[in-house]
């Protein structure tokens, strides 16, 4: 259920972001800044996990706020910013069905983490934000420039 609300969320997105009147300069800003404010969010997100904070209130919000820039920056990945100077590779585009795949999985993950959060499963949750940072790893060797 929460699954099609989010694609379906997505869909929308995507479509406002390539509505005419969006310059793909500004979609790759646009997915930049929601990188970034990603970065931020483990920056608080890190010191919590090593004093294992999991089921605090910030601990939810910061991984629910982490999920939903995950599908900001997808919707910055448009067709339209593929010629862009970034740090995207072509890839992103030639592997398009692989990326929007690990994009839907760490929007999934970081969803999971928030409820396991909330849910007090503190396991759980130390599990789930070592796959966050796993899936930001993997996803920059494979599709960021250095
Ligand atoms: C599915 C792929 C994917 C995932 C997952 C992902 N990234 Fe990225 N990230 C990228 C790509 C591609 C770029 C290059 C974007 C560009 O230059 O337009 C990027 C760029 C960035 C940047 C640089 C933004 C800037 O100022 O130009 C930061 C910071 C960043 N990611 C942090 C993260 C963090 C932190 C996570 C995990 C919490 C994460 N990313 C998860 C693909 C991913």
Redesign the pocket.
């Known amino acids: 259920m929460k699954k099609t609300v989010l694609s379906l969320g997505l869909l929308l997105a995507a479509s406002f972001v390539s509505a005419d009147n969006i310059r793909p300069e500004s979609s790759?800003e646009y997915?930049?800044s929601a990188?970034?404010l990603?970065?931020f969010q483990?920056n608080v997100l890190n010191p919590m996990h090593r004093s294992q904070a999991y089921s605090e209130e910030a601990f939810a919000y910061r991984a629910d706020t982490?999920s939903r820039l995950?599908a900001l920056?997808h919707e910055g990945f448009t067709e339209e910013s593929r010629n862009i100077d970034?740090?995207?590779l072509s890839r992103?585009w030639d592997s398009r069905e692989d990326?929007d795949q690990?994009?839907q999985t760490?929007i999934e993950i970081t969803a999971n983490m928030a409820e396991a959060s909330k849910a007090g499963n503190n396991r759980e949750t130390r599990d789930l934000f070592r796959q966050?940072l796993q899936?930001?790893r993997s996803?920059?060797d494979q599709?960021?420039l250095d």
């Open positions: 790759v997915r930049q990188f970034r990603m970065e483990l982490l995950g920056a970034s740090r995207a992103v990326f690990r994009m760490f966050t899936s930001c996803c920059h599709y960021r």
